[in-house]
């Protein structure tokens, strides 16, 4: 018998996103990774730039810990560069199954500029929050319409503020300030389907209905929308509608449906005050039914003969995941990180002993 089993592998190139939010690596295996080696495959001996080489981690030491090697700047050849030994505390390597997240602590914030439409959530501690992970909001005194609310998060300026950039592509503006409140960050299922947050729904000849996160919608499936009389457009509460187009960008998730709104009420949030009474529920859109669509292209032209998309069906799609958190590849000021290209390898021991 081995000492141990290596269960995954492969390698990645960093990128801008990459550096400033960190990488998920996906594990095909029951068990989780206990021991976990990177090698920057591109960095070794790159002479010019003083940069990490080298991180692990291991079983034994905290989630989000890592240690690794830097090597420094070579000044001139033939001098070899230096390598020191380097250590992190957060924003290393963690692993976790989406089944079973781990949970993060709650975070205090002031001002949600809700008022200006831009959704930026000022917080003295940012965490370990980064671009692209999803937050709830609650008790945001001022806007308490998004308490309760998750959010995929846009941009993040460490320990100053977050931006909600999905919720201000729907174009809404409230009528005052957040002024105090909490944010937890988390980890969703991924057991499909599952509904989402509207965060905005126009009125036009084929409705577009903005998300508060990336949606994983399918064109030609059938969604049904839950807007209560207190969002404005209760005449398309529980109404169903065919999707025809599916938007995931940067900054916007939407769907376009095949339902005309133009005669409908606006979409509005409630005020805070009225969002805060008791039995006040929030706007959301949830899967309803699959429907015969093409393969590819528009759900609004039929395939002939007709044929069943079953990319919409009912599916277990969590995943074990290895996270590498920007710190890994923030710790000096090397320049061309976003060109990099490392190995990565994940362990599991046959038999461990602790002593």
């Known amino acids: 018998m081995l000492p141990y089993q290596m269960i995954a592998g492969g390698k990645f190139t960093l990128s801008t996103a990459n550096i400033a939010s960190g990488l998920d690596l996906y594990v095909n295996s029951q068990n989780p990774p206990d021991y976990i ?16 080489i080298e991180w692990f981690w291991e079983k ?5 810990t890592a240690k690794g090697i830097l090597q420094s700047s070579e000044a001139s050849t033939p001098q070899l560069p230096a390598m020191t030994a380097y250590s992190i505390a957060a924003l290393g390597i963690s692993t976790y199954d989406t089944a079973n997240p781990p949970v993060f602590a709650a975070l205090a ?22 671009v692209g992970d999803w937050v709830r909001l609650y008790n945001q005194a001022g806007e308490q319409q998004i308490s309760g609310y998750s959010f995929q998060v846009t941009a993040v300026t460490a320990n100053v503020s977050i931006t909600l950039g999905y919720m201000a592509s729907g174009g809404l503006t409230f009528a005052a300030a957040g002024t105090s409140g909490f944010v937890q960050k988390y980890i969703p299922g991924l057991f499909y389907p599952h ?3 509207i965060a905005n729904i126009s009125q036009a000849v084929e409705a577009v209905v903005h998300f508060t996160g990336k ?5 030609g499936q059938i969604v049904s929308l839950r807007v209560p009389s207190d969002f404005g457009m209760d005449e398309i509460n529980n109404k169903q509608a065919r999707v025809l187009s599916v938007t995931n960008s940067a900054t916007v998730s939407s769907i376009t449906l095949d339902l005309d709104t133009s005669g409908f009420t606006a979409f ?11 039995g006040v529920s929030p706007a959301v859109c949830l899967p309803s039914s699959s429907g015969v669509v093409p393969e590819a292209g528009s759900a609004s032209i039929p395939q ?8 919409d069906s009912a599916d277990n799609r969590n995943k074990r995941v290895i996270h590498l958190g920007s710190g890994l590849f923030n710790v000096s000021a090397h320049t061309s990180d976003a060109e ?9 021991y046959d038999d461990y002993k602790s002593y």
């Open 109 to 130: 914030n002031t001002t949600v500029t809700g008022n200006a439409g831009t959704f930026v959530v000022s917080m003295a501690s940012t965490g370990s929050i980064s």
């Open 304 to 311: 002939e003969p007709p044929g069943m998309n079953l990319r």
């Open 60 to 64: 034994s030491m905290a989630q989000g």
């Open 215 to 219: 949606n994983d919608y399918t064109p």
């Open 195 to 197: 509904w989402n947050y």
């Open 37 to 52: 080696l990177l090698k920057s495959i591109s960095g070794y001996g790159e002479s010019g730039d003083a940069q990490a």
């Open 340 to 348: 990099d290209v490392w190995m990565w390898q994940a362990f599991k």
């Open 268 to 278: 509005a949030f409630p005020l805070s005050a009225t969002a805060a009474n008791p």
